[in-house]
C-alpha cells in the first residue's frame, strides 16, 4: 500500500491544522489506520489510532486536542489538531496497520511556533 499525506505546515501557538492521508488501496483491508509522529532527534510514537470497527484511540499528550477519522469511501485517514503547542513540532506519519506489521507513508511536517 502507497500513503501519501499532505496538510503540514507551520502554525502559531494554539492554531489548527488538518492532516490528511490517502491510501492506494481500500483502508478497509486493514484492521486499523493511524498516525504517528517523530520529532527532531526523537523517536516515533503513536498519536492516534482508528479501528476498522469504528473505535478510535489517541495518546494521552494529545487527547481532547486530536481527533482521527477516516473515510471509507475516499481510502483516507485524517487527523485534525486543535489547540496545536510547540512540543507537537515533528513529522506525522500516517500508518495502515495490517496484522503483523505497519505500513508508513512519507510524511508531512508540522511546525508550532511559541
Known amino acids: 500500500v502507497q500513503l501519501q499525506a499532505s496538510g503540514g505546515g507551520w502554525v502559531q501557538a494554539g492554531g489548527s491544522l488538518r492532516l490528511s492521508c490517502v491510501a492506494s488501496?481500500?483502508?478497509?483491508?486493514?484492521?486499523?489506520m493511524g498516525w504517528y509522529r517523530q520529532a527532531p532527534g526523537g523517536q516515533r510514537e503513536w498519536v492516534a489510532t482508528?479501528?476498522?470497527?469504528?473505535?478510535?484511540n489517541v495518546a494521552d499528550s494529545v487527547k481532547g486536542r486530536f481527533t482521527i477519522s477516516t473515510d471509507n469511501a475516499q481510502n483516507t485517514v485524517s487527523l485534525q489538531m486543535t489547540a496545536l503547542q510547540p512540543e507537537d513540532t515533528a513529522t506525522y506519519y500516517c500508518?495502515?496497520?495490517?496484522?503483523?506489521?505497519?505500513?508508513y507513508g512519507q510524511g508531512t511536517q508540522v511546525t508550532v511556533s511559541s
Open positions: 500508518t495502515a496497520m495490517a496484522r503483523t506489521t505497519n505500513y
Open positions: 488501496k481500500s483502508i478497509s483491508d486493514f484492521p486499523a
Open positions: 482508528r479501528a476498522r470497527a469504528g473505535a478510535s
